[in-house]
C-alpha cells in the first residue's frame, strides 16, 4: 500500500479551510483535476474516503474530519518551524503597508511596530490606522490586523490573541440607577451600543454554562469604541466593550465591572494577509513580533 504524501495530506487541509478545489487550484496555480487526482491518491493511500463530493459543497467524513483536525495541528506546527527561522539569512528590508483598527493601534501595535523597525532598519512601514472593514487585496495592504469572525477565504489569517470584553458603567451611573443582578435587567437601563451594519444591538451572555443573548437599547450608539467609553465615563449608561479598552479605568475606580460572572463575549485578534501572495520574510518576522507584543500584555485582554 503507498504511504500517503505529506504535501498531499496539507493540501488536503487547504482544500477543508477553502471549501472547493477550484479554489485550492486557484491559490497554488495548479489545475482542478490535478488537486482532485491528489486528494484521491490521499484517499487510496489511506483506504478511506474523506469527503462527500457534490456540485454544490464538500462535506467531510468521519474519518475525514478526524484527519483534518490532526492535520491542522501539524500545518500550523509546520507555520511555525518556517517562522522561527525566517530571520536567519539575507537581510530583511522593503515597504510594509498596514492597517489595523484604533483600539489596537493604540493599546499594542504601534509601538510594537516602531521597536521592529528599529530591529529591521531597512523596512519601511506605511500604517494606516482604521475601524473600516477595508479590502486589503484591492487597496494593496500587505497585512491587516482584524477583530472578530473571519469569512473571506482568500485570506490567511495568525490568531495574535482572543480579546475578551466586560460590561462596565460608572459608580455614579450605578448610584442613580442600581446595579443589574442578571442580564435581563439591563432591559430597563440605558444601554450604550456599538453601531454595527445589522443595527441588531444584542449582548452575549452566559449562564450555567449556556449562551444566550439580551436584546439591548438606548440613547446612545456609536461605531467608534473610546466614544462609547468616554459616554460611560461621563455617567450615561452601562457599556460592553474590550477589556482592553477599559483597563486602567476598572483599576483605578472610574468604571465598574458589572455582570461578571456572566460576560461571554470573546473576539479573536488576527493578523490577516491574502493568500494568494506568498508572505515573505518580513511579513513572517513582523507576525511574530505582534504575537510577542500582545502576549506581553495578555493580561489587558483577559477579564
Given amino acids: 500500500m ?49 469527503l462527500y463530493r457534490s456540485t454544490r459543497k464538500l462535506s467531510l467524513t468521519e474519518g475525514g474530519k478526524t484527519l483534518y483536525k490532526k492535520a491542522k495541528v501539524a500545518s500550523e506546527m509546520l507555520i511555525d518551524a518556517q517562522d522561527a527561522v525566517c530571520g536567519f539569512s539575507e537581510t530583511i528590508g522593503g515597504q510594509l503597508k498596514i ?47 482584524r477583530t472578530g469572525d473571519l469569512e473571506d477565504s482568500s485570506l490567511l489569517a495568525r490568531r495574535l490573541v482572543n480579546s475578551h470584553w ?37 449582548w452575549l451572555f452566559e449562564v450555567d454554562g449556556i449562551d444566550h443573548t439580551e436584546q439591548v437599547v438606548g440613547k446612545f450608539n456609536a ?35 458589572l455582570l461578571a460572572d456572566q460576560s461571554a463575549k470573546k473576539e479573536g485578534i488576527y493578523a490577516v494577509y491574502p493568500r494568494a501572495r506568498k508572505p515573505d520574510k518580513k511579513i513572517k518576522l513582523l507576525i511574530e513580533h505582534l504575537r510577542g507584543a500582545y502576549k506581553s500584555k495578555g493580561h489587558y485582554f483577559k477579564h
Fill in 2 to 50: 503507498l504511504r500517503p504524501k505529506a504535501d498531499d495530506i496539507l493540501l488536503f487541509v487547504q482544500v477543508v479551510e477553502a471549501g472547493s478545489f477550484s479554489k485550492v487550484a486557484s491559490q497554488q496555480e495548479l489545475t482542478n483535476s490535478v488537486v482532485s487526482k491528489r486528494i484521491g491518491r490521499l484517499e487510496s493511500s489511506l483506504n478511506i474516503q474523506l
Fill in 99 to 145: 492597517t489595523m483598527p484604533t483600539v489596537s493601534a493604540r493599546f499594542v501595535l504601534t509601538d510594537a511596530i516602531a521597536k521592529f523597525c528599529r530591529l529591521y532598519p531597512d523596512i519601511e512601514v506605511d500604517l494606516h490606522v482604521d475601524d473600516r472593514f477595508v479590502n486589503i487585496i484591492e487597496q494593496g495592504f500587505d497585512l491587516a490586523i
Fill in 166 to 202: 466586560v460590561v462596565v458603567a460608572s459608580p455614579e451611573y450605578i448610584k442613580r440607577h442600581g446595579t443589574p443582578e442578571n442580564s435581563s435587567e439591563l432591559a430597563t437601563h440605558n444601554c450604550l451600543t456599538y453601531k454595527s451594519e445589522s443595527g441588531n444591538h444584542q
Fill in 223 to 257: 461605531n467608534d469604541l473610546s466614544s462609547l467609553k468616554q459616554a460611560t465615563l461621563s455617567h450615561f449608561g452601562i457599556a460592553y466593550l474590550p477589556h482592553v479598552l477599559v483597563y486602567d479605568d476598572i483599576r483605578e475606580g472610574r468604571l465598574i465591572r
